[in-house]
């Protein structure tokens, strides 16, 4: 799902990629990044997600875990084996410490847990370690 | 039998019989003779009957059966002619033949001619005064040979007792009839009710002819009684039988009726103090026996019998209105109609044991009933806590998922003010941009909001509540309840429902537990099948009398072992079930007249039924619609 891109305020923004099949909590997500990212796409199918990563180019892929159709862990797996730099961040309400560790397993940069706030502070943190 | 010829006194009527003259000799041995001497002819009751119980009294008393010669005296017998002529009549019977072992006389004319003749007659046989008035032995004390069962009539009392019973009578008219006899009492009785002429007024219809006395007490005025004393002749000498007297009387008399003898009771009038016949003649027969076995008549002296006790008859009570209450105390009531129960025992007493069979069948029905109630009650109050510990559980099995779904609006809040603030502090933030967050803000929070209750409803205490609702909002409420642990679980839910409305009386909480624990049954069973093949389908169809709600997994099937046994409570295959989800799930079912039923798939899976009954009641949805997962 595309959604608005509200805001292009940096020269050198870090391209993201959501994958969240929650809508309300996919823009959200696009307003609180907006003016620091740019968020390149929404994606709320699992399936879908190692397709616009290849196409999309982000930066950085926001994926939350209970996707439909491909989970989450399992999407990271997937785009980790095509694209082995790119940054994932695993968004998910659930924070326990066997999900965290599995996600990092599969090839996860960080963990975000959802209602935190963290999420632009990680993505600029992937971004700037990278950079 | 008639009179000798040549005798001359028609009026003199010999109805006796002189029996047994033909008889054998040793009959007439040892048979004793007795002369009896009626005060009056046939038709006058007391006599009557008198005369009928004494002979019948003296022959159970006797070894031989008394030859017994009625003889009447007339009713002008006091000192009229025909006397002699009586006396003559008599002797002619005796003649050249045993003379009377005994003479009775019956009543008080009677006695008075056997007292003026028995020494002409039969000086030597004893005499028997029997139901004579004191009045008619006068002074004159009994002879050697003559003893008396008299009868003091108070007839004052009576008088008395008309007071007693219509205290605003004014006026007593005496019927006496005509002729010595009447007169005599009359002037007996005038001084007798002396002491009334204060309060009462005395009319004696004693001069005339009966049919003017049926037409003057047809006529009486208010406040008045009759006395009927006797009747007789009337004043053109007529005979009358006190039996038509009475029947006539009674039938025309606008008063009511009053006598001193037993006789009358039941035959008119309504009652009092009375002289008893029957007990005369017992008392006369006593005596009679004793004479003829020999004893002395001096020695025989028996105690003048006076009145007994007053007797009244409920009809005549009725008829004039006189309430019992005024009867003296210690009254007799008779003629009173027999009562339901006394007219009817059998059929009374059968009518009574139905009912007290009825009565017993139904108050054991009511008990059974109110024990049927109780447990039902208590059936009821047993499911709602099984429910309500089962649908515990099976929500904290779902608390992660519950936080999960719940942190998703929350989610969206923390993000959308998150980035409001970030637009402010910038500078970026419009109007629109700001309301359009604060209006997500809302939404998201009336989400969390609808989460938060249907868990707590799920988690509350819930008696059984049955109204009408709609099924398919059950299922969507249910489907919301797990829809997140099926993402979690990667499970993917088809959900088929009839377009036909499915309408159910049912409890909505109890329900969405049902297809709670179905799906979460399903979800269980799909643990081991691969993600992309954990596949579900609710669906549901709607028949004539029922609606059927099924839930089809892909997962291991119903294990054999548990076969027969997969709604027993406690019986279960997974390591950390309670095995009462699905015996809840039955429970619930049969409590809403439903059925549950699984079975395995032909492809694999399980798919589990629950039939529940339509509601004929008009549609009133009582449950809300779906809201937002």
Same mark, same amino acid.
């Given at each position: 799902m595309q959604h608005e891109v509200i805001g292009q305020y940096l020269p050198k923004r870090p391209r993201v990629l959501i994958a969240e099949d929650h809508t309300g909590v996919a823009k959200s997500v696009c307003r609180v990044l907006a003016l620091d990212c740019e968020v390149v796409g929404t994606i709320a199918d699992g399936s879908a997600v190692l397709e616009a990563a290849q196409r999309l180019e982000p930066d950085v892929i926001v994926v939350d875990l209970n996707l439909p159709h491909v989970h989450g862990l399992e999407v990271c797996r997937q785009i980790k084996q095509v694209k082995p730099e790119a940054k994932i961040i695993i968004f998910s309400a659930m924070n326990e410490p066997d999900v965290t560790q599995r996600s990092f397993e599969v090839g996860a940069s960080a963990f975000v847990t959802k209602g935190t706030g963290d999420l632009l502070s990680t993505i600029k943190r992937l971004c700037d370690d990278r950079g | 039998m008639k009179a000798g010829p040549g005798r001359g006194f028609p009026r003199v009527a010999l109805t006796g019989l002189l029996l047994? %003259? %033909? %008889?054998s000799s040793e009959a007439q041995q040892v048979a004793p003779q007795v002369l009896l001497l009626q005060s009056v002819d046939r038709g006058n009751l007391p006599v009557d009957q008198f005369t009928g119980n004494f002979r019948v009294e003296l022959d159970q008393r006797l070894e031989t059966p008394a030859n017994v010669v009625q003889v009447v005296v007339g009713p002008?017998?006091?000192? =009229?002619?025909?006397e002699p002529a009586v006396f003559d009549f008599i002797r002619s019977m005796f003649v050249g033949r045993p003379k009377p072992d005994l003479i009775v006389t019956v009543g008080g004319p009677a006695a008075v001619f056997a007292r003026n003749y028995r020494q002409q007659l039969f000086p030597d046989t004893p005499t028997l005064l029997a139901s004579v008035d004191q009045r008619y032995l006068g002074d004159a004390p009994l002879g050697q040979n003559e003893t008396a069962v008299a %009868?003091?009539?108070?007839?004052a009392r009576v008088i008395d007792d008309i007071l007693q019973l219509l205290?605003?009578?004014r006026q007593v008219f005496v019927v006496t009839g005509s002729g010595q006899i009447a007169e005599f009492w009359q002037r007996e009785l005038q001084d007798s009710f002396q002491r009334f002429h204060d309060r009462l007024t005395f009319v004696w219809f004693d001069d005339l002819p009966f049919q003017e006395t049926l037409r003057r007490c047809a006529s009486l005025p208010d406040n008045s009684a009759i006395f009927y004393l006797r009747f007789g002749t009337d004043a053109t000498g007529a005979a009358y039988a006190d039996d038509r007297v009475f029947t006539e009387l009674h039938a025309r008399a606008n008063a009511p009726l009053f006598a001193g003898l037993s006789v009358y009771l039941g035959a008119g009038i309504v009652g009092g103090s009375l002289m008893s016949i029957d007990e005369l003649a017992r008392t006369s027969a006593d005596a009679a026996v004793r004479l003829l076995n020999g004893a002395a008549p001096t020695s025989i002296r028996v105690p003048p019998q006076l009145v007994g006790q007053s007797v009244f008859d409920w009809r005549e009570l009725e008829r004039w209105g006189i309430p019992e209450s005024r009867l003296p105390p210690g009254s007799m009531v008779r003629y009173r109609p027999p009562s339901l129960w006394q007219q009817h025992r059998v059929t009374v007493l059968s009518a009574v044991g139905v009912v007290a069979v009825q009565s017993l069948l139904i108050v054991g029905l009511l008990h059974q009933r109110r024990a049927r109630r109780r447990a039902e009650l208590h059936s009821r109050e047993h499911l709602a806590l099984a429910a309500d510990a089962s649908r515990r559980q099976t929500m904290s099995a779902l608390t992660s998922s519950i936080a999960h779904e719940l942190g998703q609006p929350l989610t969206s809040m923390i993000n959308n003010a998150q980035a409001g603030r970030m637009m402010i502090t910038a500078n970026r933030a419009t109007p629109d941009t700001v309301c359009e967050i604060l209006s997500d803000i809302e939404s998201e929070g009336v989400q969390a909001t609808q989460i938060i209750d249907r868990h707590r409803t799920m988690l509350r205490g819930h008696p059984l509540d049955m109204k009408t609702i709609d099924l398919h909002v059950v299922i969507h409420e249910s489907l919301a309840l797990v829809a997140h642990d099926m993402r979690a679980r990667q499970v993917e839910a088809t959900v088929n429902l009839s377009s036909n409305p499915c309408i159910i009386t049912g409890d909505q909480v109890l329900l969405q537990q049902v297809f709670v624990n179905l799906v979460m049954n399903a979800m269980d069973a799909m643990a081991e099948t691969p993600p992309a093949r954990r596949r579900m389908t609710i669906s549901t169809e709607v028949r004539a009398a029922v609606a059927e709600v099924s839930v089809r997994d892909a997962g291991t099937g119903l294990p054999a072992q548990i076969d027969g046994t997969?709604?027993?409570?406690?019986?279960?295959?997974?390591?950390?079930?309670? =095995?009462i989800g699905l015996a809840i799930t039955r429970t619930i079912v049969d409590a809403h007249g439903g059925t549950v039923d699984a079975h395995n798939n032909p492809e694999g899976g399980a798919t589990f039924t629950v039939t529940l009954r339509r509601s004929d009641r008009p549609v009133k949805i009582l449950a809300g619609p779906p809201s937002a997962a």
């Open positions: - | 047994l %003259a %033909a %008889a002008t017998g006091l000192i =009229g002619p025909s %009868a003091v009539n108070d007839y205290p605003q009578t997969l709604f027993t409570p406690f019986v279960t295959t997974k390591a950390h079930g309670l =095995g």
